[in-house]
């Protein structure tokens, strides 16, 4: 199923295929760049303390792991978009999972947020193992949400204080979508 070549809004070909150990090094660098461009996420800049080695780690560990993604998308071999995905390790909860998707600002609006997910989604019903996907996501996060609503997600329930930024508390929302 990956790699696979799909085309952006504006026409411009977008590879999306799953990180390996070797793709640590730039990962870290592209989570560093968002960590600034965005205050949606749950780390802010220096926060995201994985090394090279436990991130490359993970990347094999979601490669070996069937329920589990790790989604990277290219613009001319850079990195501009990651979606993650993990389930549950046992009988009970191996068919549910969250996921986290981030996009670099300056490629923001031209669908690769949304060629990622359709991604994941085409995986999951692939896969026949997920069943659920969830997310979590600040509830003053529109253009997610929109975005989210797009794919067919739902909002489950509200989770109340869960982010708390420069001296503010925020709601997360849970949004789940049934395979
Ligand atoms: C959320 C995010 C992943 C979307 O990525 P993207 O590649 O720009 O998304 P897409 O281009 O596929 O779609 C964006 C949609 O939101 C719409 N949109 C833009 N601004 C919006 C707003 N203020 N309110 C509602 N919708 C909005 C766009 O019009 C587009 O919809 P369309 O395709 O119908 O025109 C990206 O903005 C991002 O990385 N944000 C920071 C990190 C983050 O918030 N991650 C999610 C945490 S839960």
């Not at 600034?36 to 802010?44: I, S």
């Not at 923001?108 to 997310?135: N, Q, T, Y």
């Not at 067919?152 to 929302?173: A, P, S, T």
Request: with cysteine.
């Amino acid at each position: 199923m990956f790699p696979t070549e799909k085309t952006t809004v504006d026409g411009r070909r977008l590879l999306i295929r799953e990180a390996g150990g070797s793709d640590a090094g730039p990962v870290l660098a592209y989570i560093d760049r968002i960590s600034r461009e965005t205050t949606f996420l749950t780390f802010g800049p220096g926060e995201f303390l994985l090394t090279r080695e436990e991130e490359s780690a993970y990347f094999e560990k979601c490669r070996r792991t069937e329920n589990a993604l790790y989604l990277l998308a290219f613009l001319k071999g850079t990195i501009v978009g990651t979606l993650t995905f993990q389930a549950g390790p046992r009988p009970r909860v191996r068919h549910a999972g969250e996921m986290g998707i981030s996009v670099l600002k300056e490629h923001w609006g031209i669908g690769i947020a949304s060629l990622l997910i359709d991604a994941l989604l085409e995986w999951a019903k692939d896969g026949e193992i997920v069943k659920k996907i969830d997310l979590r996501v600040r509830a003053d996060n529109d253009r997610a949400i929109a975005l989210y609503r797009r794919k067919g997600f739902v909002v489950e329930g509200r989770l109340k204080k869960e982010i708390y930024l420069d001296g503010v508390f925020y709601d997360n929302l849970c949004m789940g979508l049934e395979i």
